[in-house]
C-alpha cells in the first residue's frame, strides 16, 4: 500500500507535501486542532472517500468490541467480496475446485488448515488467489480457488490428495478440477454468481468453527491511499468535488440496506463509497473534466 500526503492550500489546490501531516504540525502556524482531513483509498475501479472534520484528527482512543465468532455468511461480507472480486477480475483468470471424499471433516479449523497449506504452496510457486467456501448438498465443504496464471491439473490433483490425506485412488481423479476462464471481462460477474448461492452457503448443523468465507492474497489487490489535510474554508472548496459523485454513487445503491455507522468519531455521511469509479472517471475524463478524485494516472487514461 502506497500513501502520498497532500496540503489544500487557500484556492483549494492540492499541494504535495514530504511526508505525514506531523511535519506541518511542527510548524507555528500549523495548529492541528483547526485542520481538516480527507483520506482516499484508491482501488482500480472503486475509491472511498473519508471525510474528517475539524478537531477529529487529534485522539481517537476508543475501544474496539472484539469480533465475534462467524456462524453464517452475511450480507456485508458478500459486499465486501463483491468490491474486491470487481477490483482484482481482471487479474484472475484460472479457476480451481477443491472438493473431499466420501468422508470429510466437519471442524472449521481442521478443513482451513488444509486450505491453508494448499494456499502456501501457491504462494511458494508465484500464484496470486482468491478463495472462497461452500458447501455441497451431502454438507461437505469445498473450495473454490481463483488464481492469476495457468497452473498444471496433474499438480493441483496430487497436492490437495496429498494434503487432505484420503487414501482414495478415486479422490485423486475426481478429487479436483481446473478450469481457464475465456471471457476475462465477465470473470467479475462470474466470481460473484458463484458467491450468491446462498443454498451452498447455509452451514450445517452438525459443522463447527466454520471461520471465513472468502479471502485473497495480500498482493492482489493494490491500494494506494491518498490524504489530504487542510483549513476548513479551502477544504469546503475541495471538497465540492465530491458532489458529482454523491450523486453517482447513490443513483447506482439505491437498493442497497443503509446502517449506521458504529464509529462513534465518524459523521453518518463522512465516508463515501464509489462504485466503479472508473466508469464515472472515463465519462468525466472524455468530457475534458478533471477531478483530483479521479485523476488520469489512477484510471489509466494518461
Request: glycine share 6%; net charge positive; hydrophobic share 30%.
Amino acid at each position: 500500500m502506497s500513501r502520498t500526503y497532500f496540503w489544500i492550500d487557500d484556492y483549494g489546490h492540492p499541494v504535495k507535501i514530504d511526508g505525514d501531516i506531523k511535519k506541518l504540525e511542527m510548524s507555528e502556524k500549523k495548529d492541528k486542532m483547526q485542520y481538516e482531513s480527507v483520506t482516499m483509498t484508491k482501488l482500480p475501479k472503486d475509491i472511498r472517500i473519508s471525510n474528517q472534520s475539524a478537531g477529529q484528527s487529534g485522539d481517537r482512543n476508543f475501544e474496539r468490541s472484539p469480533r465475534g465468532e462467524i456462524i453464517e455468511y452475511s450480507s456485508s461480507s458478500q459486499r465486501r467480496f463483491e468490491m474486491v472480486a470487481r477490483n482484482v477480475c481482471d487479474k484472475l483468470g484460472v479457476f480451481i475446485t477443491l472438493t473431499y471424499p466420501m468422508s470429510y471433516p466437519m471442524n472449521g479449523t481442521l478443513v482451513k488448515s488444509h486450505l491453508h497449506l494448499f494456499l502456501i504452496y501457491l504462494q511458494r510457486k508465484g500464484y496470486q488467489y482468491l478463495w472462497t467456501l461452500e458447501f455441497q448438498e451431502r454438507g461437505a465443504p469445498h473450495f473454490h480457488v481463483l488464481v492469476d496464471k495457468h497452473i498444471p491439473h496433474q499438480w493441483v490433483a496430487k497436492t490437495w490428495y496429498e494434503i487432505v490425506g484420503s487414501k482414495d485412488e478415486k479422490h485423486l481423479k475426481a478429487g479436483t478440477k481446473v478450469e481457464a476462464v475465456r471471457d476475462r471481462s465477465r470473470m467479475g460477474w462470474y466470481i460473484t454468481s458463484y458467491m450468491k448461492k446462498w443454498q451452498q452457503k447455509i452451514v450445517p448443523e452438525e459443522y463447527r468453527k466454520v471461520g471465513r468465507f472468502w479471502g485473497r492474497s495480500r498482493k492482489l489487490l493494490e491500494i494506494r491511499k491518498e490524504i489530504y489535510y487542510g483549513y476548513t474554508k479551502p477544504m469546503n472548496l475541495f471538497r465540492k468535488q465530491q458532489r458529482v459523485f454523491r450523486k453517482w454513487t447513490l443513483s447506482k445503491t439505491k437498493n442497497w440496506k443503509k446502517k449506521k455507522f458504529k464509529n462513534p468519531y465518524v459523521m453518518k455521511n463522512a465516508c463515501l463509497n464509489i462504485v466503479k469509479a472508473d466508469v464515472i472517471g472515463k465519462i468525466l475524463y472524455d468530457k475534458n473534466i478533471h477531478t483530483y478524485i479521479t485523476d488520469s494516472d489512477s484510471l489509466g487514461l494518461s
